[in-house]
């Protein structure tokens, strides 16, 4: 509270219209000659707002691009099974005889080759001479090859060698998938394309391990 409207003059002298008449010397006071403008805004001006972000987020037109169609379709198939080897690979080896301990140390090794994949490929992923679309492809026909070889595997060091290769090559799917979209498609429309992309491996995320077993 303002000091001068603890007492009934203080807040009198404190209201633009009674200044004035309230005061003993008005001529000591004047009105200002500049206000704030007030904005009023309407309730339903963020209602609008918000649908036309929405429609800018879904901007389906994106698919009508080959390109960036072709792309969407590899990054469904590929998070359609993506998620198998997280969800099925200490499933796979406790059913070989192995302890859950060393089980769940398989997804550990995932992780951990992982975190150092990303840093290594988008590095590589970075330079002048290389080309990210042909490291994503290598990388990404080697994931598969690498889960296909799971179910032949029974010594558990194959099967850590096979995870921290899984961990490795599917590094590239985070590293250079926003390279390779931008390669795609112009910088400005990057953002709704990505959050698209994004839709897309959801999706795909969804239906992956249920049609897995």
């Not at 339903?44 to 800018?56: P, Q």
């Not at 799917?173 to 394309?193: C, D, G, H």
């Amino acid at each position: 509270m303002h000091r001068h409207s603890l007492t009934y003059r203080g807040a009198m002298l404190n209201i633009n219209r009674y200044r004035l008449r309230a005061s003993s010397c008005p001529d000591i006071y004047r009105n200002s000659m500049t206000t704030i403008a007030k904005e009023k805004t309407q309730w339903y001006h963020g209602i609008s707002e918000f649908k036309n972000l929405f429609v800018d987020i879904l901007d389906f037109s994106h698919f009508t691009d080959i390109r960036f169609l072709l792309f969407a379709v590899s990054n469904f198939l590929l998070y359609t099974w993506y998620d198998v080897p997280y969800v099925y690979l200490a499933d796979n080896a406790i059913g070989i005889g192995f302890s859950e301990t060393d089980a769940s140390v398989l997804i550990s090794i995932i992780g951990i080759v992982n975190m150092f994949g990303e840093i290594c490929l988008g590095w590589i992923g970075d330079r002048k001479w290389v080309n990210p679309t042909l490291v994503y492809a290598l990388c990404m026909v080697l994931c598969g090859a690498v889960v296909g070889l799971v179910p032949l595997l029974r010594s558990y060091q194959a099967l850590s060698a096979i995870s921290g290769a899984f961990g490795l090559f599917i590094a590239a799917n985070y590293s250079l998938t926003s390279i390779i979209l931008v390669e795609l498609i112009t910088l400005e429309r990057f953002t709704n394309a990505y959050g698209l992309l994004l839709l897309v491996q959801g999706i795909a995320n969804l239906v992956g391990p249920p049609l897995a077993g």
